[in-house]
């Protein structure tokens, strides 16, 4: 890998994203860690920086094309043209079926959805113009299924179909796209999961242990040596996949 390759981490304030951001850093990256609030950054680009990296942060809602073009028009002009992409960005919005709300299902499609078809559209013009490139996209194990979570199940799940046809459309660019499917990784997302049932957090994450082959939960950098993998020269032939990160085998 030349050591002037740019990625773009969406969601990269904390948890998944800014372990991700951090990691492609040290792996020679210059990063663009986009969340909503730009001020949230601010962590993950002094890490990187402290650390010798390159970064800058930038404000983006996934959801709205006009944000999101101007992000990506920042990066290409800032840091170079983005050829690698993560598209991290998250929200959940739990809820049994009778309980959901019509703005609970639009809100998660939104940002999972939407927003990983508005990026990538956005940055697919650099990657396949640099004849290289990498998408990643964040799915999870609920695409499998899982209850109070059928919005988020079900972006989850359009996550991988919309990987598939990408590593279709834009491998003869050079481009490959695939998604990690996390299990369960210890971050402000599932502590908050565990305040809503009224959980202790360490018990919650004590009692996921217990159901985990490997015995033990995910941290956000055990994704984050996933992505550095998949945007690496060395999985230049690994395109269309679905990588279920979870400890143990899922279907």
């Keep these: 890998m030349t050591g002037n390759r740019v990625a773009i981490v969406t969601g990269g304030a904390r948890g998944i994203g800014a372990a991700t ?37 930038a404000g983006v809602d996934v959801a709205d094309a006009g944000r999101v073009t101007a992000a990506v028009e920042r990066v290409a002009a800032e840091l170079g043209p983005p050829v690698v992409l993560v598209n991290n960005a998250g929200i959940t919005r739990d809820n049994l079926l009778f309980k959901m709300s019509e703005d609970d299902w639009d809100s998660v499609m939104s940002v999972h959805l939407r927003g990983a ?18 998408v990643v996209n964040l799915s999870s194990v609920s695409a499998l299924g899982n209850r109070g979570q059928a919005n988020y199940s079900a972006a989850k799940a359009g996550l991988q179909g919309f990987t ?19 299990g369960f990784i210890a971050t402000e997302m599932t502590a908050a999961t565990a305040a809503r049932v009224g959980a202790d957090f360490e018990v919650f994450k004590a009692a996921a242990a217990e159901q985990i082959p490997v015995r033990r939960v995910g941290e956000p950098e055990d994704i984050a040596g996933v992505v550095a993998f998949l945007v690496s020269d060395d999985a230049s032939f690994v395109s269309g996949q679905v990588l279920y990160v979870a400890g143990g085998p899922r279907d």
């Design 21 to 57: 951001a951090v990691r492609l850093a040290r792996e020679g990256f210059a990063v663009a860690v986009l969340d909503l609030d730009e001020a949230a950054c601010a962590g993950t680009v002094r890490a990187i920086a402290e650390a010798g990296g390159t970064a800058l942060a």
């Design 117 to 134: 078809f508005l990026m990538t559209r956005a940055v697919q013009a650099h990657m396949t113009k640099a004849g290289w490139g990498r």
């Design 164 to 182: 598939k046809t990408l590593a279709i459309e834009l491998g003869k660019f050079g481009v490959t796209a695939n998604a990690i499917a996390p």
